[in-house]
């Protein structure tokens, strides 16, 4: 079965570049050039993961990537944009982006990032035959539903957040340094995938915020150290 690719991109001239590339390797690709009919086609062609560029006419990439995850939170998101600033980065992040892309990009670039984010969705799956109850100070972490519990709240986590507490448990009261953290969860510590796991720290305190006793420690210049009472 082909894997279907949502491809959202308004320069025509990439956008065929970039569609025949990816029908000549198996994809089946379903291609829209405006931002404003873009979650009309995620329903319409129900894809596997989506390509996205950021600037885009009447809605840009980062609104599109909202509205999917209000539909589905584990479809992974590609962006694809000539923005370099950090805070943009962070920004496709924080609207649910898996992976980013600065243009002028290669294709195989591209199609290996698709395989890598089609990949992580997999094991995320194979996750679920890994059940196990952790408790974590005032909290229960189902890892198998990846299911972070407190009193009666239940929190979805996706599978990078489920894998970053779990690594953060495994290695509780020790100083991390980042790097082991990046490739353990992400496969390597580039520049994007160290901004990721900003916003992933930042989110997963959020997280426990209920439990005082928990603390994710910033050590300056060198990691992370998860203190649990």
Known sequence: ?????????DETFLGKIVMETLEGRGF???METDGARALDAFRASQPDI???DIMLPNR???EIAEDI???NDDIPIIFLTAKTQTEDVVK???????????KPFSMEELIVRIENALRVKKEDTKAAANSRIIEIGCYRFNTNRQLLVFNSDERKLSYRESELLKYLWQNR???????DILNAIWGNDSFFNSRNLDVYITKMRGYLKEDPSLEIL???AVGYRFVTG
């Open 1 to 9: 079965m082909s894997i279907k690719v949502l491809y959202v991109e």
């Open 60 to 62: 840009n990439g980062f």
């Open 92 to 102: 496709g992040f924080r609207t649910g982006g898996n992976d980013y892309i600065r």
């Open 218 to 220: 910033t050590i300056k």
């Open 173 to 179: 009261q020790n100083i991390i340094d980042r790097k």
């Open 50 to 52: 989506c390509v996205l």
């Open 28 to 30: 089946e690709v379903s």
């Open 69 to 71: 995850r209000a539909l």
